[in-house]
């Protein structure tokens, strides 16, 4: 084989083929898993390109238009579930996860649907997980170019047509549950994934079994019926997508639902019994920073825009603008206690120069002289 090396947006040919022998392969996975281990990543495995099921699912679920508006989900033809359409000359992918649950998980479920605080996923608590894994991909790649020399690869985190829950799936890291987020039967399902796309041949791990048997905890919890059906989520219903991907004004069906929840949803990761196994992280860039892990919606939506890109710098919650940032907690504002404070924080945003904002500000503000939350 022809090996390519693929890293960030530069793609180079070598002229001579790499032969290992199965034996050497062997022994180099078993490095690379200790590596791995060593750079803080808590499981890596090993699958071939074969996702025949998984596009199909795609298939479906984009006919049923499950997607919304994320019109990048349909991009790329085939490129999503045919890794080596994606990155020319691959024949594995190493799938790696790495644990992010806070210290305090207790608190987290305490926050659901406070009347004043606010309620952010706990993935999005610390510094951006694509530059964490990123980084440590590459340094997983490199580690490997100093044991056999150049070789072919490129890094996904999440930033990329890649089936990332599948793959992982087929290389053993968990089975996908029916709230459709990858879950480990020693591990829950806190942690983020990361691919290595390669040329090289190594050993395949097992496909991991599922374990949901007759559960139905994260179906019956999701504040908005998002999980039509086991393993289906309706995207355009699940407060993740309304608060993160969604760029226009929140359904109003879906407002009184989404409570204080200003990005993101943890309900039904919470709510999972395989989350007993699921350890803190000790990871410090997943470390809550600016006090977001418990912080009041008034403070929050009193941030200037300046303000918000200092204390977003960084994090994941970055990409969805300070437009939608205040849409957001709007939205949580009307859902919390009518104090005088709540009342103020709003009025202080008319003068904002979105007429989405302002809608969302309006609805709240009506919605606390109908129903008077006391």
């Known amino acids: 084989m022809t090996a390519i090396i693929l890293c960030r947006d530069e793609e180079h040919v070598l002229q001579q083929p790499i032969k290992h022998s199965a034996q050497e392969l062997a022994g180099l996975k078993a490095d690379i898993v200790r590596w791995s281990e060593e750079l803080g990543f808590q499981q890596l495995g090993i699958s071939d390109v074969d996702l025949t099921t998984a596009e199909l699912r795609l298939g479906e679920w984009l006919a049923e238009d499950f997607h919304g508006e994320m019109d990048y989900m349909a991009r790329h033809g085939s490129k999503r579930s045919r890794p080596a359409e994606l990155v020319p000359g691959t024949l594995r992918v190493i799938s790696v996860r790495m644990d992010y649950l806070p ?24 510094r951006d997980y694509h530059k964490v894994i990123r980084r440590r991909l590459q340094k997983l790649a490199s580690r ?32 996908t549950g029916k ?25 395949v791990d097992e ?10 905890a994260c179906i019956d919890i999701c504040p908005t019926r998002a999980i039509v059906a086991p393993f289906q989520l309706d995207a355009r219903r699940c407060i993740s997508y309304l608060t993160i991907e969604l760029r226009d004004a ?20 919470l709510c999972c019994p395989w989350n007993k196994f699921a350890r803190p992280s000790a990871e410090e860039d997943f ?24 204390r977003t ?10 437009d939608c940032w205040l849409r957001n907690i709007a939205v949580a504002l009307g859902n919390a206690r009518t104090t005088t404070e709540v ?19 309006e609805w709240s503000l009506a919605r606390h002289k109908e129903t008077q939350h006391v």
């Open 250 to 269: 929140i359904p109003l069906e879906f407002r009184e639902a989404i409570g204080n929840r200003i990005y993101g949803c943890d309900d039904c990761q």
């Open 144 to 175: 490997i170019e100093q044991q056999i020399g150049s070789f072919g690869y490129r890094a996904f985190v999440d930033s990329a047509p890649v089936l990332e829950k599948p793959l992982a799936e087929n290389a053993g890291l968990g089975w």
């Open 179 to 203: 709230h459709t987020n990858l879950i480990n039967s020693e591990a829950g399902s806190w942690f983020f994934l990361g691919e290595l796309y390669t040329d090289l041949p190594l050993p």
């Open 343 to 361: 009342i103020a924080a709003l009025q202080s945003r008319l003068d904002h120069d979105s007429d989405m904002v302002i809608e969302h500000i």
């Open 287 to 310: 470390v809550p920073r600016h006090g977001l892990d418990d912080i009041d919606l008034t403070e929050l939506f009193s941030w200037s825009e300046a303000k918000w890109l200092e």
């Open 207 to 216: 496909k991991a079994s599922a374990h949901c048997g007759t559960c139905r």
């Open 103 to 126: 210290p305090d998980q207790e608190q987290s479920a305490d926050l659901l649907d406070h009347d004043s605080r606010a309620y952010i996923s706990r993935y999005a608590l610390g």
């Open 313 to 322: 710098a960084g994090s994941a919650i970055r990409r969805i603008g300070y």
